[in-house]
């Protein structure tokens, strides 16, 4: 279709950065202002997690029907796509995703709230971007990449049965069942509208990706890859062109996290939420270096994260998209679970020798050790 467009002097690949550019824009804008993040629905404020939630599933569920929708129209095909391949790479999913759970939690953000908040003025959250990015392209094409090839060989043929539409009841039944359990969360959560529309808008950016890339700049002579909102990959590839520029052309993934930190600053000015926040005691540099390393790291031995497997993933009906979610869930609950366990033997050491109980520990300290004797345990 990118022929009959009349963009003379566009290519493919230049057009599809474009693209990636106005997702972001329009993503860090409404990701901004709506407070979209899976960490807050998981761990946050008790009084958060419920709206948090609605809002995410608002934007799970019209991605889920959107892109089944343009599926069964022939305006997006998944087959060859790595997220429907029949070698299922179980060991890395499970593993990846458990890593990034539990480095969000520690960084206060997964990929995408990060982005979010960095172009707000977020200091922490830049800091654990630029880990999460080094990390993230070693792991691709670095001094991780023989790790992750080693994890990555442990897999399960899946056949046929790499994507639910697979299974009985076909795609259609299944987008339906999976848009009716979110909707329940939507209904349920007491979320504002304004901001249950703007994840709607979160969900049809991850279709307008899919059949962006996938349909209507598709060109035989000059293919471009299949994709969609998906951070892990993207800010991988922003890292590598940002020092090598003059060598490499910029891809769909520079373009939308250039977009994303552009919306996000412009939506944070215009609500006049624009805010240098840097360390403290209470939120030392460590627990966000450690953070933003596991998710380097397990975001690309998950495949994804929450957003690009999460949201984009799930939307194609993948089943290791799936499971990377459902491990990151997961993983976002292990920082807490240590920490309670933490504290439970804490509390029993102090009653029994109250004199030597110590009044001199940062709580962000004990919350980065639970966290690392976390990722020790796994």
């Excluded at 279709?1 to 009349?6: E, S, V």
């Excluded at 991780?144 to 639910?164: C, D, M």
């Excluded at 240098?276 to 939120?283: C, P, W």
């Amino acid at each position: 279709m990118f022929q009959d467009l009349g963009l003379e002097g566009w290519t493919p690949a230049a057009a599809a950065v474009a693209l990636g550019l106005l997702l972001g824009l329009m993503f860090g804008a409404l990701a901004q202002r709506s407070r979209f993040c899976l960490r807050r629905a998981l761990v946050g404020e008790p009084h958060e997690r419920a709206p948090a939630l609605g809002v995410w599933s608002a934007a799970l569920a019209i991605a889920v029907a959107g892109t089944t929708l343009a599926g069964t129209y022939g305006l997006v095909s998944f087959q060859g796509h790595r997220f429907h391949a029949a070698a299922l790479p179980v060991a890395a999913i499970i593993l990846g995703g458990l890593l990034f759970g539990i480095g969000m939690v520690l960084a206060r953000g997964c990929t995408s709230r990060l982005l979010v908040l960095a172009g707000t003025g977020n200091m922490r959250a830049f800091v654990a971007i630029a880990v999460f990015g080094i990390v993230a392209h070693a792991t691709l094409k670095g001094v991780l990449a023989p790790a992750r090839v080693a994890i990555g060989a442990l897999t399960t043929n899946v056949g046929g049965y790499a994507s639910l539409g697979a299974l009985p009841g076909g795609p259609l039944a299944w987008a339906a069942l999976l848009v009716v359990v979110l909707g329940l969360f939507v209904v349920r959560s007491g979320a504002r509208i304004s901001h249950l529309l703007m994840g709607a808008g979160i969900g049809a950016l991850a279709v307008a990706g899919w059949v962006g890339t996938g349909f209507v700049l598709k060109d035989e002579f000059a293919p471009i890859p299949l994709e969609s909102l998906a951070f892990t990959s993207a800010v991988s590839e922003a890292t590598f062109w940002a020092m090598a520029s003059s060598a490499i052309a910029p891809t769909f993934g520079v373009g939308l996290l250039a977009g994303v930190a552009a919306g996000s600053f412009l939506a944070a000015l215009a609500g006049r939420e624009l805010a240098l926040v840097g360390f403290t005691t209470q939120a030392p540099v460590g627990r966000y270096i450690v953070g933003g390393a596991l998710m380097g790291f397990g975001g690309v031995l998950a495949g994804g994260c929450t957003i690009g497997a999460g949201l984009s993933g799930v939307a194609s009906l993948s089943v290791a998209a799936l499971l990377a979610l459902v491990s990151i869930v997961a993983g976002a609950y292990v920082p807490d679970l240590m920490a309670q366990a933490g504290a439970s033997k804490t509390g029993a050491s102090e009653t029994a020798a109250p004199s030597e109980a110590r009044t001199d520990v940062d709580p962000a300290t004990v919350s980065l050790a639970a966290g690392a004797a976390a990722v020790a345990s796994l």
